[in-house]
């Protein structure tokens, strides 16, 4: 099934939808299969992108009309792409800058390819500088780190309401008392453990002085 997104920065009505659902339309989504969010990219919350990966299933396809339409910024869309190629479902960009990226085909999959070597170096660089600081802190006798967000408790519990497909995402995030982003750091849209809710689940017991820290 061809599933479609978009999105327009403003939602005072200033900008149109119209553009990119003709677009979504001609390259073959279903009305009813089109998601659609009215803000702007920086935000992290967006329900429609949020419902969108929520409703894909295996052997869909995502169509966006242009990259920038899709991800806050390098890392996040190669995140997003990453999980869905886990679930495999495919993504298609169909103009702009991007518009060679088909994930169903391998040159497209090559050119995401490129897309998720550039993030990964950007990844290494900031974390070789965030790990050069820690060093320096300790140094100076400070420890830095931030705790996780949820417990080993709550993740199997985010695991469960996810796995049915009915849970608002948003309603379950407020639930836990994160943001639906933080959620999706550590549960994906189908259930499955994301790195923070492994780390968390594998983490052993600390004493009673011990917080768990993000290392």
Not at 134 to 162: D, N, P, V
Not at 182 to 204: C, F, I, Q, W
Request: aromatic residues 4%; hydrophobic residues 40%; contains cysteine.
């Amino acid at each position: 099934m061809l599933v479609g997104y978009m999105r327009v920065s403003k939602a005072d009505g200033s900008q149109s939808l119209d553009l990119q659902r003709d677009a979504l339309l001609q390259a073959g989504a279903a009305p009813e299969t089109i998601y659609e969010d009215q803000a702007s990219g920086k935000l992290a919350e967006r329900p429609g992108l949020a419902a969108c990966l929520k409703a894909l299933r295996e052997g869909d396809v995502l169509l966006v009309w242009k990259l920038d339409r899709l991800g806050r910024s390098l890392a996040h869309l190669v995140e997003i792409v990453a999980s869905l190629n886990e679930r495999g479902i495919g993504l298609k960009i169909l103009t702009g800058q991007g518009a060679q990226i088909d994930t169903t085909t391998p040159g497209g999959r090559l050119v995401f390819g490129i897309f998720a070597s550039l993030a990964e170096f950007e990844r290494e660089l900031i974390r070789e500088r965030t790990m050069a600081g820690l060093t320096a802190a300790r140094a100076r006798g400070r420890t830095g780190g931030r705790k996780f967000a949820l417990t080993k408790a709550q993740i199997r519990l985010a695991q469960a309401a996810m796995a049915n497909r009915d849970t608002s995402v948003s309603e379950l995030a407020a639930e836990l008392g994160i943001k639906p982003v933080t959620l999706y750091r550590y549960v994906g849209p189908d259930g499955s453990l994301r790195e923070n809710g492994e780390r968390v689940l594998n983490a052993k017991a600390p004493g009673r002085s011990t917080k768990t820290r993000l290392a």
